[in-house]
């Protein structure tokens, strides 16, 4: 498996030495590094600003937010920042959830596989660039219909510097995840586990075997975002991650939809994902933190001493993913890259 290096999304501001590790990412042999956004800082700016600096990293973004940007937007800006890093740059998008789709960018959230269709057939249109782009569909019209009747088909005047960008599809549901499969050039999954490797492989197959599909398994890029954490006591390892968790199982999104939930519920902790959520919704954050279990930490990270996490590191180099993409600091980066590689 390769290693990615995944900055995420800021919190309240930029986060100090973000640079520095990323260049300490590609020094110490890491493969790719990536941004997020949620509803504060953007994914393109900071990835274009690190990525700058840097000369073999692959830049992807984890994930871009469809409802954020129209289609040709996000397709402008994969343009503009694939040539400006010499063709190294991955699409990753994101469907998000309708706390956030409604709730920040105004945008309806129904039929979130069908508009991603849409999407990523109008953004792979504008990048091949062979005709004015033309689109009648149920989400996105290309000249507007019902406007001032002036609109016209048009083509990008900046030539691409490929014909085709990656595009890799964040997912968390079944349905979604073959979509990846059949539409998109890889999969962004979030809290997977060994454990949920024959659940999520069929899904991909059931995908890859949807007339017109791109891939097969073996030339699909599997980018899974994985804490890891080297230190001597499994415990307190496993403390640093619990507050993420809870804010995912239990804060983000509503409580009759909530796609991380759902993950845990199937991976076998429907109990403690319900128990998370009403603490968590109740304002009881710190009781939702202590209610995770360390072997729920443990079934989607990998923490403890290094010898600890090279022996669970087998498990996930027989499942379908192809790229662990860890979070950290440069000085913990070094940790990570000897216990990994």
Excluded at 53 to 72: D, E, F, H, K
Excluded at 84 to 99: E, H, I, K, Y
Excluded at 298 to 320: H, N, Q, S, Y
Aim: with cysteine; charged share 20%.
């Amino acid at each position: 498996m390769k290693l990615g290096f995944h900055l995420g999304y800021w919190s309240s501001g930029p986060p100090a030495g973000a640079l520095e590790a990323v260049l300490q990412a590609e020094k110490l042999g890491f493969d790719s590094v990536w941004t997020a956004e949620g509803y504060g800082s953007d994914a393109f700016t900071p990835l274009a600003w690190w990525g700058a600096s840097t000369s073999r990293l692959t830049l992807g973004t984890n994930i871009v937010q469809m409802a954020a940007r129209t289609p040709t937007a996000t397709a402008m800006s994969a343009m503009t920042l694939d040539h400006l890093s010499g063709g190294r740059f991955v699409l990753g998008l994101g469907a998000s959830g309708p706390q956030v789709v409604e709730g920040w960018y105004g945008q309806p959230y129904p039929r979130p596989l069908a508009r991603t269709r849409e999407y990523v057939e109008i953004v792979r249109k504008v990048v091949a660039r062979e005709e004015p782009v033309t689109v009648d569909g149920d989400f996105f019209q290309l000249p507007l219909k019902g406007g001032t009747g002036l609109g016209k088909s048009l083509k990008s005047t900046v030539h691409p510097l490929r014909k085709e960008i990656p595009i890799y599809l964040a997912a968390e549901g079944p349905k979604n995840v073959a979509l990846s499969a059949e539409i998109c050039d890889g999969w962004l999954p979030l809290f997977f586990s060994p454990k949920s490797d024959d659940f999520y492989r069929k899904a991909l197959e059931e995908g890859f075997a949807r007339p017109g599909a791109r891939h097969t398994l073996a030339d699909f890029e599997v980018a899974a975002s994985v804490p890891v954490i080297v230190h001597d006591d499994v415990e307190t390892a496993a403390n640093f991650i619990k507050p993420s968790l809870a804010l995912y199982i239990g804060g983000m999104g509503a409580k009759t939809v909530n796609f991380h939930h759902d993950v845990f519920a199937r991976l076998g902790y429907e109990d403690v994902a319900d128990k998370v959520q009403e603490l968590y919704l109740a304002g009881r954050k710190p009781e939702a933190i202590a209610a995770i279990p360390t072997s729920l930490v443990e079934d989607t990270a990998l923490i403890g001493p290094a010898a600890k996490i090279r022996e669970e590191l087998a498990a996930w180099e027989k499942t379908v993913v192809t790229t662990l993409l860890v979070q950290g600091s440069a000085a913990s980066l070094g940790a990570v890259a000897d216990a990994l590689l």
